[in-house]
T-cell receptor
């Protein structure tokens, strides 16, 4: 069956450290993968998109990698800050011409001051 | 200016009632969506519209009926509400499926 899996356990790290979140998928062949941030009571906010022919993408303190062989994307936040505390969602296009994104269940990140 | 706005933000209603949620986007995007986020925070696609045409209806009960009067609006009407419909409903829009912009959500509680 098709699955997108993110670590359901919260990631708890110290301010200043690098946070690394994982997104694994099964039985999909996405052309791209996206990452979103969601704060409590708010809608998800788009952060980054990485295409299948891109190994890595950066935006300020954020870095995303995409390994189509491992079927995995890693999302890194360097020099993390308490304001980075949120739930991070990965999402992919199932490439069935259906105009939809399939979302993982998200990983909650907590950055301690 | 709010890019994707949906109203109301909160909706509490009794079982069996009919209710509507409205969504408007001012981004000029061609595609709009409705997603449902359940108590486990899992976001699931319900409908997508491209240029006012229905593209996806993801095994949603026919008590849910989306309507897109124009490219900037996608409303959701729900008939005969059930307890299991309680969730947060998000409207979103995107240009060609990339980088969705979400509304702030409508928390529906059916009692």
């Amino acid at each position: 069956s098709q699955k997108i899996e993110q670590n359901s356990e919260a990631l708890n790290i110290q301010e200043g450290k690098t946070a690394t979140l994982t997104c694994n998928y099964t039985n999909y062949s996405p052309a791209y993968l996206q990452w979103y941030r969601q704060d409590p009571g708010r809608g998800p906010v788009f952060l980054l998109l990485i295409r299948e022919n891109e190994k890595e993408k950066r935006k300020e303190r954020l870095k995303v990698t995409f390994d189509t062989t491992l079927k995995q994307s890693l999302f890194h936040i360097t020099a993390s800050q308490p304001a980075d505390s949120a739930t991070y969602l990965c999402a992919l296009d199932p490439m069935d011409s259906s105009y939809k994104l399939i979302f993982g269940s998200g990983t909650r990140l907590l950055v301690r001051p | 200016d709010t890019a994707v706005s949906q109203t109301p933000k909160y909706l509490v209603t009794q079982m069996g009632n009919d209710k509507s949620i409205k969504c408007e986007q001012n981004l000029g995007h061609d595609t709009m969506y409705w997603y449902k986020q359940d108590s486990k925070k899992f976001l699931k696609i319900m409908f997508s519209y491209n240029n006012k045409e229905l593209i996806i209806n993801e095994t949603v009960p026919n008590r849910f009926s989306p309507k897109s009067p124009d490219k900037a609006h996608l409303n959701l009407h729900i008939n005969s509400l059930e307890l299991g419909d309680s969730a947060v409903y998000f409207c979103a829009s995107s240009p060609d499926g990339n980088g969705y912009t979400f509304g702030s959500g409508t928390r529906l509680t059916v009692v």
